[in-house]
């Protein structure tokens, strides 16, 4: 096993004899060795790069011919193909992603050290040569910043972690089985989900990208202009359809349908004879609900269901409910009538609901002694009131008596 030589190549004797000064201006930062380098280390050092060097220096669309400079064996086609082996150092899962760019390295950051590993070394690198805003001089010290840059690589990180598992599901030759460390993880527990496949990672991988998509879309929408594109459909376009569009059509097929997804008010879902038709879609395997972009795909799926299937009359849905329950009351021959009844009534009448009418009955006889008490109490106050006025009897005041005039005599 061994690396294809480069097509071109630059020589490392100097034809030009370098200064002191010249020599102290040249850099010797870069913390990898690319010298007598084996091939496990050509596939760490070339996954390192491709991460955390700029896309202007390392390219996305370069890693799958880089990495395939390690030669095939001359076993045939049936021979495993050596990358099998060598990708699996540096394959990863969502939730180790996850870890890594949430919780390791933004740790490693604020405290301004690790373990010393390659990958922490290279990640300095790009951090010290990375262009801030500010005027700082350790911008990765700023918890704003740093949490931008980190968010940004881990994007990074996950287009790395799609071609990679593309390029693995491509590869010629029939891939050696899982290696097992121990006699005691051969067994597994009962109730246990068995291990993931390369299939279900990296459509885990997928779905990221399909929940970054439509939380970046909530303020603009689901949909998409077909002349903007955002930065996923770039990548599946221009990266990775290119490379892999004949060797793994279902997995492409797949991405599509994620990354670019369907219409629901568009013209085209209509045939011309006015049937709804969805879009064809490749058949996915059942998964768990707790897969972190269940919920992208379901929403999406709601989405994908075509206008005129979602607005279909209310009186022909209630038609086919009644031919339905109508087939099924003459199968069964007198089973018993549901409890629930799914019909609706359109009326707008107002139509008074049954009651039992010995309580009606009660009710109006207690509201007949109740009017007739209330007669006879008025009946009595009104006697009471007339029997009064007949004992008060009626004072006569008598005039004022008159004093007579004395009468003089002469």
């Given at each position: 096993m061994a690396l294809k030589s480069l097509k071109y190549t630059i020589s490392d004797t100097p034809r030009v004899v370098w200064t002191?000064?010249?020599?102290?201006?040249?850099?010797?930062?870069?913390?990898?060795?690319?010298?007598?380098?084996?091939?496990?280390?050509?596939?760490?050092?070339?996954y390192f790069?491709?991460?955390?060097?700029?896309?202007?220096?390392?390219?996305?669309?370069?890693?799958?011919?880089?990495?395939?400079?390690?030669?095939?064996?001359?076993?045939?086609?049936?021979?495993?193909?050596?990358?099998?082996?060598?990708?699996?150092?540096?394959?990863?899962?969502?939730r180790a992603v996850t870890n890594k760019y949430q919780v390791e390295l933004p740790y490693i950051l604020a405290n301004g050290g690790g373990e010393g590993e390659e990958e922490e070394s290279l990640m300095w690198f790009a951090v010290t040569h990375e262009k801030s805003e500010t005027d700082e001089e350790e911008p990765w010290l700023n918890q704003s910043w740093r949490s931008k840059w980190m968010e940004r690589m881990e994007r990074r990180e996950v287009q790395v972690q799609i071609l990679l598992y593309m390029l693995k599901l491509s590869l010629p030759g029939t891939p050696p089985p899982p290696a097992v460390s121990s006699p005691s993880k051969k067994r597994r527990k009962i109730g246990e989900p068995p291990a993931p496949s390369l299939e279900d990672r990296l459509e885990a991988f997928m779905d990221k990208?399909?929940?970054?998509?439509?939380?970046?879309?909530?303020?603009?929408?689901?949909?998409?202009?077909n002349e903007e594109?955002?930065?996923?459909?770039?990548?599946?376009?221009?990266v990775v359809e290119p490379?892999?569009?004949?060797?793994v059509p279902a997995q492409l097929a797949l991405f599509r349908s994620k990354i670019f997804p369907h219409s629901p008010f568009s013209d085209s879902s209509d045939s011309e004879?006015?049937?709804?038709?969805?879009p064809e879609l490749p058949t996915k395997r059942a998964r768990?609900?707790?897969?972190?972009?269940?919920?992208?795909?379901?929403?999406?799926?709601?989405?994908?269901?075509?206008?005129?299937?979602?607005?279909?009359?209310?009186?022909?849905?209630?038609?086919?409910?009644?031919?339905?329950?109508?087939?099924?009351?003459?199968?069964?021959?007198?089973?018993?009538?549901?409890?629930?009844?799914?019909?609706?009534?359109?009326?707008?009448?107002?139509?008074?609901?049954?009651?039992?009418?010995?309580?009606?009955?009660?009710?109006?006889?207690?509201?007949?002694?109740?009017?007739?008490?209330?007669?006879?109490?008025?009946?009595?106050?009104?006697?009471?009131k007339q029997q009064q006025q007949q004992s008060q009897g009626v004072t006569l005041v008598a005039a004022t008596p008159v004093k007579s005039k004395s009468v003089r005599r002469a």
């Amino acid at each position: 096993m061994a690396l294809k030589s480069l097509k071109y190549t630059i020589s490392d004797t100097p034809r030009v004899v370098w200064t002191a000064t010249q020599e102290k201006s040249i850099s010797h930062e870069y913390p990898l060795n690319v010298k007598q380098e084996s091939c496990e280390d050509f596939i760490a050092r070339t996954y390192f790069q491709f991460l955390w060097l700029p896309e202007s220096i390392m390219p996305l669309g370069l890693l799958v011919p880089s990495l395939l400079r390690v030669h095939a064996p001359d076993g045939g086609v049936e021979a495993p193909h050596p990358l099998h082996v060598l990708l699996e150092r540096v394959l990863l899962t969502t939730r180790a992603v996850t870890n890594k760019y949430q919780v390791e390295l933004p740790y490693i950051l604020a405290n301004g050290g690790g373990e010393g590993e390659e990958e922490e070394s290279l990640m300095w690198f790009a951090v010290t040569h990375e262009k801030s805003e500010t005027d700082e001089e350790e911008p990765w010290l700023n918890q704003s910043w740093r949490s931008k840059w980190m968010e940004r690589m881990e994007r990074r990180e996950v287009q790395v972690q799609i071609l990679l598992y593309m390029l693995k599901l491509s590869l010629p030759g029939t891939p050696p089985p899982p290696a097992v460390s121990s006699p005691s993880k051969k067994r597994r527990k009962i109730g246990e989900p068995p291990a993931p496949s390369l299939e279900d990672r990296l459509e885990a991988f997928m779905d990221k990208l399909s929940m970054w998509q439509l939380v970046s879309t909530l303020d603009t929408g689901l949909l998409h202009r077909n002349e903007e594109r955002d930065w996923m459909q770039v990548f599946c376009e221009d990266v990775v359809e290119p490379r892999f569009g004949t060797t793994v059509p279902a997995q492409l097929a797949l991405f599509r349908s994620k990354i670019f997804p369907h219409s629901p008010f568009s013209d085209s879902s209509d045939s011309e004879d006015g049937d709804a038709t969805p879009p064809e879609l490749p058949t996915k395997r059942a998964r768990s609900v707790a897969d972190p972009g269940a919920f992208a795909t379901a929403l999406r799926k709601s989405l994908e269901q075509p206008a005129r299937s979602r607005s279909r009359s209310l009186s022909v849905s209630l038609a086919e409910e009644r031919e339905r329950e109508q087939k099924q009351r003459e199968g069964s021959m007198g089973a018993k009538r549901k409890v629930l009844n799914r019909e609706v009534s359109m009326k707008r009448i107002f139509k008074p609901r049954e009651r039992d009418t010995s309580e009606l009955e009660r009710k109006e006889k207690e509201k007949a002694e109740a009017e007739e008490k209330q007669r006879a109490e008025e009946a009595k106050l009104a006697a009471l009131k007339q029997q009064q006025q007949q004992s008060q009897g009626v004072t006569l005041v008598a005039a004022t008596p008159v004093k007579s005039k004395s009468v003089r005599r002469a």
